[in-house]
């Protein structure tokens, strides 16, 4: 039995359509065609969305889906830059204090913010050097029962020390050697967190793992200006060109943020055919700066869009793409919302290493979204990305598949109890910041 879905537009690679939609079977695109024309077969769902445009998922390219617990929370710490921001907030207070519990309510949670936000794809870094081993398993588990489809990570480093560094590794590996198959939706990803955590030794062990296992591996990329003049001091040479000189870059490197790179060091990310995330708004929270995606992407380098576990409305962090790069350039025409819009899919599906996910195509994954298309203003091809990006919000996603699943119908999760969820995080919050 076959889902056939009906829409008022569908929005395909090569721009908008009328009238047309898509035939599911399984968990897989198996038509792509006006309404009028696509197959119904007896016993085939219909589903009419002639209300509604139908668009490929979004996908969250970097999360961290503990971070919901830093939420609004005041603390009697003066954070005066990044590192600051790190040893004297982040990682006390949030990162060393998370045990199994946590992991498992905020991953929840993110859950519900990002299929509320359209988001069908995300990638996890979670760094909680106390909740190992099996954090990742805690982890999974939730997001299976979410029905997302989620790459997830340990951050391994080595600042809790040597034998903590090891732990880390091993969690990412046997993660992987776990669940890396093709048919799960939860996969595993190898992941370091910066040049200022691990030494040289420990960076070039992790990537040989994911060599050996065949996988990306992700790290944190000067993400301010502090790790650029960390790795100056230290090795007088700035990190990208570290990572160069430790023949860690090639194509199944995934690198976070990118904010303060130098030419040279986007030529060389460019030449080794390495990825990256970008981050908007958390960049601006603790005052990274603004990266040069334009630059990058001029260069050819895949990139793509993430909430960092800060904002998790995907319509937010398009919104910030596409405004932020125009103010920090003087340049209306950068950015333009084609490209967010490529990024938030299937360019963003590239960049973290999925070539079956981001785009409406017949054989590729169905992980689609509907919303609705009530707009005030009319909607047509020219405007479809500008309206999307900067005129919906989550409140218009009223559909979510994954996989050919429905886990949002009607604006109804189908798959995880919002309230009994924000009741049980409300309390776990306020148990977390009795500090007393």
Request: hydrophobic share 40%.
């Amino acid at each position: 039995m076959a889902k056939v879905i009906k829409g008022a537009y569908l929005l395909l690679e090569d721009g908008l359509k009328e009238e047309w939609g898509v035939r599911v079977e399984g968990n897989k695109i198996a038509e792509v065609a006006p309404n009028e024309k696509l197959k119904v077969e007896t016993g085939d769902e219909v589903f009419d969305f002639t209300h509604k445009l139908i668009a490929p998922g979004f996908i969250n390219g970097h999360m961290h889906m503990y971070g919901v617990l830093s939420h609004g929370i005041s603390v009697e710490t003066f954070v005066h830059d990044f590192s600051s921001f790190l040893e004297d907030f982040w990682w006390p207070y949030i990162e060393n204090r998370l045990n199994h519990q946590l992991i498992e309510i905020t991953t929840r949670w993110a859950c519900v913010e990002m299929i509320k936000s359209g988001i069908t794809t995300f990638m996890d870094v979670l760094e909680a050097p106390n909740a190992i081993p099996n954090a990742l398993e805690v982890e999974a588990e939730a997001v299976n029962q979410a029905g997302l489809r989620g790459i997830l990570s340990f951050e391994a480093c080595e600042r809790m020390g040597k034998e903590n560094g090891q732990l880390g590794l091993k969690e990412n590996r046997d993660f992987i050697r776990k669940y890396n198959q093709s048919d799960n939706l939860v996969q595993g990803m190898m992941s370091v967190h910066t040049l200022f955590t691990a030494d040289k030794e420990y960076l070039i062990q992790a990537k040989k793992m994911a060599d050996e296992l065949g996988c990306d591996i992700h790290m944190h990329l000067s993400e301010s200006v502090y790790e650029p003049n960390w790795s100056i001091e230290k090795y007088g040479k700035r990190p990208v060109e570290v990572y160069n000189e430790l023949n860690f870059l090639g194509p199944n490197v995934v690198a976070s943020q990118g904010v303060q790179l130098e030419p040279k060091e986007i030529d060389i990310l460019a030449e080794k055919g390495a990825r990256l995330v970008h981050m908007p708004l958390s960049n601006c929270e603790v005052g990274g700066g603004i990266a040069p995606v334009p630059a990058l992407l001029a260069k050819g380098i895949k990139v793509g869009l993430g909430t960092d576990g800060y904002l998790n409305n995907y319509f937010e962090v398009m919104r910030g793409a596409f405004l932020i790069h125009k103010a920090y350039q003087q340049n209306p025409a950068i950015m333009p919302a084609k490209d967010v819009y490529k990024m938030a899919t299937n360019e963003g599906a590239k960049a973290i290493g999925r070539d079956n996910l981001g785009c409406i195509k017949v054989g590729y994954f169905a992980d689609l979204i509907a919303v609705k298309v009530d707009t005030p203003t009319p909607l047509n091809s020219k405007n479809i990305y500008d309206q999307l990006i900067l005129f919906r919000n989550p409140t218009d996603v009223t559909e979510v598949m994954i996989n050919g699943k429905f886990i949002l119908r009607d604006g109804e999760l189908l798959t995880i109890n919002e309230e009994k969820t924000r009741i049980e995080l409300r309390a776990a919050v306020e148990k977390f910041w009795k500090l007393d």
